[in-house]
């Protein structure tokens, strides 16, 4: 095994020390003189032709600088990807419930929202589309956009994948299931809410500071809607808190429209959202509803699986059809199958918008798929923790894409792990004994009990087949030989700028002390792709390598001309290079050598992934190079008066492949577990006609400390080939198999299943919701505040 | 009108409106932009500050009740040297920062509990960051952090 300097031990991350501080500038903490402040005019119909829209009284408000509306763009600011379907301030409709219509920069927040409120806009209420069961029908409000072909224009997507008939092999099956599960919407909930600052410039572009996750896609937004050369648009990230997925579309959006008031103004332009904006007008986790059908042999060996899932997009299609195809593709869960069909469809409705979250449809399905095998393992009899052991991937297996796994396959290790971990089989037995019948709804008195569950995963690396995968980085010796890097991919919060730093140390043999990592800048930094699918380490990781790699070899010419000897020669100690005379030279000796020679000191490192192939027609083929796979196990104990769930001990065996920052990797899987804890019990998100009903952190309940238990973590490092030193992903799985973990628990303390998620107090105490009304009076207000 | 008070162990006079929040003031008038504005409703803990002692959400203080009392904010949080102090370094050493924007409240939670509870267990700390949301880390380092340190000052003594 190669023995690493820097990748996998202990390190401190590169932008701590600020943040600790308090002196990290989040993009509402910055300001410049002349300043003005944005506030949008957002629609409060969920679904409404826009009939008249006079900004002038605006511009008549004292301290109103600016006022844009859709008109102010190319093509009304149309933008989106893969479908181009929503305008940067609504164009001729709105379709959801905090949509931005117009935009108002002005001196003061105040003077804003007072021009936002003198605007003249008349919406005329157009039929609303709230159940996705019903978007395909004929006569169905549309939603969704015009299409070429004679599909409804509330289909988005539909995605498949196929294996043989498996209907037909679990007719023949003597154990089967079939069963309905649904997940509602889940808000990233972010501790920073949204904003950005425009500042223009002299030769009539703009600088962008916002905490997106992908400053790349924004300045090619920016560039097309402002209808400017990309030269004259630069997007910088300061740092962000908190992102999770959610600070794509929402934030490309508040950038088009603070950037269009700054060119208008010719003034820097702030737009900061309060919480209830955020939670209003961003996109959300998808819901879904899915059907499962599992067929087993008498001896627990898995035959069959059907899966038909249905995706709510709502308004606007923003990632759901790349989530759909995540979704697809993990359905069925990690085991091996005679026969699987999976088919997840994808509509519009008005119900908000949903797009990228953490675990991206693998989350959804995950929570519903691991149910149903738990609830396998029931009908034929065994362990839960044994069933999946019986039929889990392994290396050699060939999934149900028909994607044969060659390396780096953990699953097994991670199953047996947790097992030992959470003492298992000693608490699964002890609980059963103690929980003996399954409580009758509505009969249990205010008894406690306790149970424990798993849940197996895995999670395909980066983007797979959804897009060309490939990443940029670059090193550089600055004159006072401190290391200069920068990626294409960003860190907003995950750690990936000290998984750069470590690598480039390692590579160049350098203290990670003399690396400064820029802030990510689409000026200097190459194009990388989208930074999301967990896929920074891997592939920026590789980029990153290389990049040092080349710029180690400019250094080692210069070590041997100057040492006077042959390149083979050299070795390192610490920092300094070491010649066959053994007097050792120090690296900035040797960084001053190779200028003295003319050398460039400055390197770039490309890396694509292996090419891989998915026939979106066949529903077969290899959809990702590599696969996560890991186990969790929760306890819980479940007050059977109130319904009131408590999880008690966590247990997670991951494997990541080769960790490189420790501390890192353990804060995304405790920080993953957390919000598959609020997923699972707490988290929810109601929509009544198109009105959020949970408006700020009130009522829309993220888990505090006391409710994350203490976590046992642990990695599994079985290495895949490709990645850089070994290394695949770990930020969105560690959240994907949680939910299920603790519904597995549930069940086992309860004898009941809640197959909806959150399973909150009344789902837990009655089997079922206890119906909530639900206004659009929250959602107006929140829309209200300033 | 004129509100005075401690701020970071020296007293300040600053010139305000009287209906503006605590965190406002320190944020819009003062240049202190540590404390984060998170919700606004006293529910995330962004914007915690000690005053007088007891842990604040300072969106939920109003600025003229500053008047007279003594507050400390993540700027007020420093080692001797004027850099970061032990529960600024641990936070760091356990891997306790990620996107960073609860950690000044963290820290500041955390200084406010060991104000009152020198040697907390972990429970206790958990329910002292209980008014404090993180949303990336899912507290354990957090909790780490602070236990750590508890444990360095006592050894100090």
Known sequence: MTDHQYIGKPARRVDALEKVLGTAKYVADRKLPGMLHAHCLRSDAPHA???????????????????????????????GFPVKDKYMLAYQKVRYVGEAIAAVAADTPEAALAGVQAIICELEPLPGLFDPEHSLDPGAPQVGPDRPDDKHPNFLDKLIVRKGDPLAVWEQCPVKLEEHYSVGPQEHAYIEPEGVLAVPTREGGVVVYAPNQSPFVNHGNLALVLDLPHNLVRVIQPPVGGSFGGKDDVIYESSAQAAKLALVTGRPVRMVFSREESLIASYKRDPMHMRIWLGADADGALRACKFDGLMDSGAYASESSFTAWRASIHAM???RYAACDVDITAVYTNNGYYG???????????????????EMAYKVGMDPLDFRLKNCLRVGDETAH????TESVGLTDCLNTVRRLSD?????????????????????GHTV?????????????????????????????????????????TDYGTGSRTVYTLVAAEELGVRPERIHMQRPDTDTAVESGPTVASRSTMLGGNAMRIAAMNLRQTLDYAAADLLGCELHQLIRHGEDYVGPAEEPVSWDKVADHARAMGLALSAQGKWSAPRINWDHHAGRGTPYMAYHFAAQVAEVEVDMGTGNVQ?????????????IFPQGAYGQLYGGIAQGLGYALMEQMTFANGYVQETNFESYLIPTSVDVPEIVGTFVEAPFSHGPYGAKNIAEPSMVPTAPAILNAICHATGRRVRDLPANLERVRLGKDLTKGGSAKACKLGLKVG | MLIEFILNHKPVAVEAPADITLLTLLRDYLNLTGAKEGCSVGECGACSVIMDGRLVNSCLVLAPQAGGSEIITIEGVRGPDGGPNDMQENFITYGAVQCGICIPGMVVAGE????????????????????NLCRCTGYQQIVDAIEATARGRTVDL
Not at chain 1, 424 to 444: L, V
Not at chain 2, 112 to 131: Q, V, Y
């Open chain 1, 49 to 79: 032709a826009i009939k008249r829209l006079d900004v002038t009284p605006a511009l008549a408000v004292p301290g109103v600088r600016g006022v844009i509306t859709s008109d102010d763009y190319f093509e009304h600011g149309l933008y």
């Open chain 1, 333 to 335: 869960g990690a085991y």
């Open chain 1, 356 to 374: 990228a979250f953490r675990g991206f449809g693998n989350t959804e399905v995950c929570s519903a798929i691991e149910q149903a095998i738990d």
């Open chain 1, 402 to 405: 028909g994607q044969t796994l």
């Open chain 1, 424 to 444: 298992w089989d000693r608490k699964r037995a002890e609980y059963a004994t103690r929980n003996p019948q399954p409580a009758m709804p509505g009969t249990a």
């Open chain 1, 449 to 489: 009990r306790r149970g424990i569950g798993v849940a197996a995963l895995y999670h395909g690396t980066s983007l797979g087949a959804e897009g060309h995968d490939y990443a940029g980085a670059t090193v550089a010796v600055e004159q006072n030989n401190s290391v200069d890097i920068t990626s294409g991919l």
């Open chain 1, 647 to 659: 999880v008690v001990g966590f247990w997670a065996a991951h494997d990541p492949g080769k960790v």
């Open chain 2, 112 to 131: 406010a509990l060991l104000l009152h509870n020198p040697h907390p267990t972990r429970a206790e700390i958990r329910t002292a960051l209980a008014g």
